[in-house]
């Protein structure tokens, strides 16, 4: 009995480090599908994932808005929005909505259709994405399903490459 006892005071408490210790994994690959988070428009108006178009390729682009990447990053989508044409880009900040707006009139986004801005700020979606570094990027396809993400700078061929067609899922 005494060794039993024994037994269990040196090797449980390590087995429940072991468990501890496993990463898990983050919520956007546990759950592979468009988050549903209330996201507010600039007009002031609440946008789910239930408002985003069926059956369209969806890149959600979670930028900050004072962000050198994110800027330069969205220059480059601008510039390149015929690359975009079959995919809807929903641009998500998790700054509060004053500053969203100030980012959506300097880019004119008002002038591409394909694109969705919304401010996020309770930050769910930076926990969701378990993002570190902006830019964020993820990708999914017609069904709303996972296809990829990137953290921090990426080129826009990568993003073409993975909206191409039917691409194969990468994780």
Request: aromatic share 16%.
């Amino acid at each position: 009995m005494r060794q039993f006892f024994l037994f269990v005071l040196c090797c449980v408490p390590m087995f429940l480090k072991a468990q501890s210790t496993t990463p898990s994994k983050p919520a956007y690959l546990q759950y592979p599908i468009v988050p549903a988070f209330p996201m507010i428009l600039p007009d002031g108006n609440t946008f789910t994932k239930n408002d985003l178009r069926k059956n369209e390729k969806t890149m959600v682009f979670v930028f900050s808005v004072d962000c050198d990447h994110c800027k330069h990053l969205t220059e480059e989508v601008l510039k390149n929005i015929d690359k975009f044409k079959n995919v809807q880009i929903l641009m998500v900040t998790p700054f509060k909505i004053e500053q969203m707006k100030e980012y959506y009139d300097r880019y004119n986004i008002k002038k591409y259709p394909n694109i969705i801005m919304a401010s996020e700020p309770t930050r769910q979606i930076m926990y969701f994405y378990d993002l570190h570094y902006f830019p964020g990027l993820y990708l999914y396809d017609k069904k709303q399903q996972f296809i990829k993400g990137f953290e921090g700078t990426v080129k826009l061929d990568s993003l073409v490459h993975y909206l191409a067609s039917r691409p194969l899922k990468w994780q």
